[in-house]
T-cell receptor
Framework: DSGVTQTPKHLITATGQRVTLRCSPRSGDLSVYWYQQSLDQGLQFLIQ???????AKGNILERFSAQQFPDLHSELNLSSLELGDSALYFC?????????????FGQGTRLTVV | QQQVKQSPQSLIVQKGGISIINCAYENTAFDYFPWYQQFPGKGPALLIA?????SEKKEGRFTISFNKSAKQFSLHIMDSQPGDSATYFC????????????FGGGTRLMVKP
C-alpha cells in the first residue's frame, strides 16, 4: 500500500459527460501529480500541484482541469468526455516538488467512456 | 516527442536468468532516473533510481547501469523469478523543475518457471 488513495476505482460514463476523480496523497506529502495511462500513449504526465498551487502542466487537454484543496487532497475534473479519454488515471504524491523525490502512486481510477 | 525510449516492449526469461531492459533519453537536463514496477491492477511502484553522477547502482537483484555520454541507462534483474513478472517502466525527471516523470513505453516481463 503506497498510502495514496484514489476514488473511485472504476468509472463508466457516457460521451459528453463530466466526471471527477479524487486523490488523497500520503500523509504529509505536499506535491500531487496526475498521470494518464493508455495503451497508445503510455504513461503521460498531466498536471502537478504543490501545496494548493498549480506547479506544472503536461499533456493535459483543455477539457480537463484539476485542483488541490487546503487539506491537500486533489481532484481531476474531466468534461465533455470522448471515447479516447478512456484510460487509467493515476495520482502520485511526493514530499517535495524537486530533488528527485520518490513519487508514490495510487492504484488508479479506470475510466471507461461509452 | 518521445523523450525516453524503452526496449524491448516485451521480454520472456527463464527462471534464474538475467532480464535486461534498456532506455535512452534525449533531454540532457534530466538528472533523476527511476525505474518503476507495475503489476496488473496496481499503480507503478518505485524499484530503484539513479542519478547521473554514478555509473551503477545495485539493490539486491536489481542493478541500474548508467551511461551519461550515450544518454542510456538499463535495468538488470539477476536471478529472475516468476514473481518478477510485471511491466517495468524507466523514467526521467528534472529535479529542479517539479520532478514530474517522463516515462518510457514500458516492458512487459514474463519469467517462466
Amino acid at each position: 500500500d503506497s498510502g495514496v488513495t484514489q476514488t473511485p476505482k472504476h468509472l463508466i460514463t457516457a460521451t459528453g459527460q463530466r466526471v471527477t476523480l479524487r486523490c488523497s496523497p500520503r500523509s504529509g506529502d505536499l506535491s500531487v501529480y496526475w498521470y494518464q495511462q493508455s495503451l497508445d500513449q503510455g504513461l503521460q504526465f498531466l498536471i502537478q500541484y504543490y501545496n494548493g498551487e498549480e506547479r506544472a502542466k503536461g499533456n493535459i487537454l483543455e477539457r480537463f482541469s484539476a485542483q488541490q484543496f487546503p487539506d491537500l487532497h486533489s481532484e481531476l475534473n474531466l468534461s465533455s468526455l470522448e471515447l479516447g479519454d478512456s484510460a487509467l488515471y493515476f495520482c502520485a504524491s511526493s514530499a517535495r516538488t524537486g530533488g528527485g523525490t520518490e513519487a508514490f502512486f495510487g492504484q488508479g481510477t479506470r475510466l471507461t467512456v461509452v | 516527442q518521445q523523450q525516453v525510449k524503452q526496449s524491448p516492449q516485451s521480454l520472456i526469461v527463464q527462471k534464474g536468468g538475467i532480464s535486461i531492459i534498456n532506455c535512452a533519453y534525449e533531454n540532457t537536463a534530466f538528472d533523476y532516473f527511476p525505474w518503476y514496477q507495475q503489476f496488473p491492477g496496481k499503480g507503478p511502484a518505485l524499484l530503484i533510481a539513479i542519478r547521473p553522477d554514478v555509473s551503477e547502482k545495485k539493490e539486491g537483484r536489481f542493478t541500474i547501469s548508467f551511461n551519461k555520454s550515450a544518454k542510456q541507462f538499463s535495468l538488470h534483474i539477476m536471478d529472475s523469478q516468476p514473481g518478477d513478472s510485471a511491466t517495468y517502466f524507466c523514467a526521467a525527471s528534472i529535479s529542479n523543475a517539479g520532478n514530474m516523470l517522463t516515462f518510457g513505453g514500458g516492458t512487459r516481463l514474463m519469467v517462466k518457471p
